[in-house]
């Protein structure tokens, strides 16, 4: 039996067995009279002596430093917890376009890097506890993720980033686990609409000088649309271990994933059928693009161990990390069959000084390295199965990443802020089959410059100016396509050489708040304009199946608006809470074949409010109201912006209702009321007509509910 398969043989017992033995426990505990409060851990200095766990306050303190757009969002003080959009909604600056609604592959972009790429994202550094989840080509499968596990997501937009390995456009977010000083234990049941289920069970335990935690969860979707179905069990375990100035944590992770695609339909579709896909209708392209005789799908399985070790003083504080991770990834779009295993080492070393009162610095390394066996297989139109092999490469990616920087307080509400980073990455590819082999290594420094004002105690002011550079993946490099999806014969596939993408950044902003304690506003708001040279292009032929790279020889530029606001206000016997975001994206072609044309992949504009009235009872505390999700102007699916090929506007209005008393904590939450139908995202292509498929319908109509205990 191999790793995978016995992890998931056992799995799924532990995943029954976690959330029995925390359902049993409420009731065990239910002859108390009183209420019970979920116990708290409270440990002298945690702030200085536990520089491994987690704090929502530290990580607040630490993104204050910094001269740009940053974001902290806290997942466990939302309702439901099923996709990552639950975990980062109403969060400025990062957009996320579902595909199908579950755990399957939303698009991922700030700042509009990497909205290029499918069927894996890249153009953004994930960090899992401040180490790398990407393989070492960039590449990540996003549906991996478990919001549920992650106590707070740091998102350092742009040039705002802290580790070495963030060399992007898109900056970087880091996912930290909750650890067992944070909960004892835990369950979470959820269901909704479309079949959506959910189990969680997470069990902590905490010493004198150590703590450990162990979470199990797994999800079902039947799907909204046909052929939408999609399954995650994850298993998440930390242990830390501290000893007088030194502290150790261990992390382990195993994901198992897989979900049906139903891939894109014809704009007219979207409103006539958004529950079909091709197949559906009697055209002589669904016959030949049946997703149901095809089958097109994807299973990940990942198993992931990290260590990191931290020691020193506010004089000099140094970190180790090191990671593996081993992940076997099957995509099979309608036409082609893609399998690929991993095996991805890393590690990283960052120290931390300070001089005097007014100079800290810090100075990192950085090491990866991925090697992947990848196949490309025809598959057959009548069944699905895999045809001949006309693709099999050994690739090998690594990367080797250094970084000074420092935040000079030269004046008392003035500070400085720079950073030099170096990489040298390499991209080696050989085919077994035909001996062609392309080696391509490239070295660069990306350097960055801040300078903050803190004009009161409450408002802060900044402004940057960096430079990022993204090499491709091997989803960019290794290039397969069937021209003609009737002959599958003609499947064939190549080593594309390509450039760096380059760009220059210059960021404007702030952040502050009006009023005190609870009921005070809090803004953000950020302005950025980049200059990007050779911009990496992934375009769909006429079926929506990613064909081609390139390089953008005309030069593209990325602006826009990051604005986020929350606040609270009384009202009656309750509060009134409300926060959003509007993301203005305005990308365009300088020169070359498309000058002046949008580029596609990103809404103009996206708006996401919340508004939420609060009232304590003795019942316990409810909170209660409606959310936005507009996109109010039509978005290009094309680089040519031919008329009518676009994504429409739309307007999603949402309802929530949450009730916590002591332990307890329960929600309702209803999408999209008016069941509006509406593409959800696309398929990017240079030119598209709307008569062909491109379009991804997004979710009808929907509820879902949930119940959480912690103990």
């Not at 002596?49 to 306050?57: G, H, M, N, Q, T």
């Not at 990497?114 to 990407?134: A, E, F, K, T």
């Not at 902590?204 to 703590?211: F, N």
């Not at 002591?662 to 709307?690: H, V």
Request: a neutral charge.
């Amino acid at each position: 039996m191999s790793t995978f398969a016995r992890f998931h043989f056992v799995l799924r017992p532990l995943a029954w067995a976690a959330a029995v033995t925390c359902i049993v426990a409420p009731g065990w505990v239910g002859a108390q009279t009183t209420a019970v409060l979920p116990d708290v851990t409270v440990r002298a200095g945690q702030e200085g002596s536990l520089p491994l766990a987690p704090s929502v306050e530290r990580e607040r303190k630490r993104l204050e430093k910094l001269p740009g757009g940053t974001n902290l969002a806290q997942p466990q003080q939302e309702g439901r917890l099923a996709t990552l959009r639950d975990a980062l909604d109403y969060q400025p600056g990062i957009v996320l376009q579902d595909f199908f609604g579950a755990t399957d592959q939303p698009r991922l972009s700030i700042r509009g890097s990497g909205i290029q790429s499918n069927p894996v994202n890249r153009g953004v550094v994930l960090l899992q506890d401040g180490l790398p989840l990407n393989e070492a080509d960039g590449s990540f499968v996003i549906g991996t993720l478990e919001p549920r596990n992650a106590t707070l997501v740091s998102a350092r937009r742009g040039a705002n980033t802290l580790t070495p390995s963030a060399t992007t456009l898109g900056g970087e977010l880091d996912f930290q686990s909750l650890t067992g000083a944070d909960q004892k234990g835990m369950v979470r049941a959820e269901i909704g609409s479309f079949g959506r289920k959910a189990l969680q069970g997470a069990f902590g335990l905490v010493g004198q000088q150590w703590d450990g935690r162990v979470s199990v969860s797994s999800d079902r979707f039947d799907g909204y649309r046909h052929h939408s179905a999609s399954r995650r069990d994850a298993l998440h375990a930390n242990v830390g271990f501290q000893s007088g100035g030194v502290e150790n944590r261990t992390y382990l992770s195993y994901t198992d994933l897989e979900f049906e695609i139903p891939n894109v339909v014809p704009k007219d579709r979207v409103h006539s059928d958004p529950r079909g896909v091709m197949g559906d209708g009697n055209t002589p392209q669904d016959a030949m693009l049946n997703i149901y005789k095809r089958d097109p799908r994807r299973e990940t399985q990942q198993l992931r161990l990290a260590n990191r070790t931290r020691w020193g003083s506010d004089s000099l504080r140094q970190e180790v990390g090191v990671y593996w991770q081993d992940t076997d990834d099957w995509f099979k779009d309608p036409l082609i069959s893609t399998r690929t295993d991993s095996n991805t080492f890393g590690a990283q070393w960052r120290a931390d000084g300070q001089v005097g009162a007014g100079l800290q610095w810090h100075t990192a390394l950085a090491w990866s390295r991925s090697d992947m066996d990848r196949t490309l297989h025809a598959v057959k139109g009548t069944d699905g199965t895999d045809l001949q092999r006309f693709g099999d490469y050994d690739l090998k990616a690594e990367n080797l990443q250094g970084q000074v920087g420092a935040h000079w307080q030269f004046a008392p509400a003035w500070s400085l802020v720079g950073q030099l980073g170096w990489s040298q990455q390499s991209r080696d590819a050989a085919s077994r089959q035909t001996g062609q082999r392309l080696d391509q290594q490239w070295t660069f420094a990306t350097p960055k410059l801040g300078l903050n004002w803190q004009v009161t105690p409450s408002t802060r002011l900044w402004a940057n100016v960096s430079r990022s550079q993204e090499a491709p993946t091997f989803w960019e490099i290794v290039a397969g396509a069937v021209p003609n999806p009737g002959n599958p014969t003609t499947a064939n596939s190549s080593l594309t050489k390509l450039k760096l993408q380059r760009a220059t950044t210059w960021e404007l902003g702030g952040q502050g708040q009006w009023g005190q304690g609870n009921h005070a506003t809090h803004w953000q708001l950020a302005l950025y304009r980049s200059q990007i040279a050779d911009e990496l292009m992934s375009v769909t032929d006429a079926n929506g199946q990613t064909s081609t790279t390139t390089n953008y020889a005309g030069g593209t530029r990325h602006q826009g608006i990051e604005a986020g606001l929350n606040g609270s206000f009384v009202l009656g016997q309750g509060a009134l809470d409300w926060r959003g975001s509007w993301t203005v994206s305005d990308f365009r072609f300088k020169d070359g074949i498309y000058a002046g044309n949008r580029i596609a992949g990103v809404p103009r504009h996206l708006i996401n409010a919340e508004v939420l009235w609060r009232i304590a009872t003795p019942s316990g505390t409810w909170r209660v109201g409606p959310n936005l999700r507009w996109m109010p102007k039509d978005a290009p699916i094309d680089h040519a912006n031919i008329a009518g090929s676009t994504q429409d506007s739309y307007a999603l209005l949402g309802f929530k209702l949450q009730w916590s008393q002591g332990p307890w904590q329960a929600y309702l939450m209803a999408e999209n009321l008016t069941d509006r139908r509406y593409a959800s995202t696309f398929a990017i292509r240079n030119k598209a007509l709307a008569t062909a498929p491109g379009y991804l319908p997004g979710l009808g109509r929907s509820v879902s509910v949930g119940l959480n205990y912690q103990f």
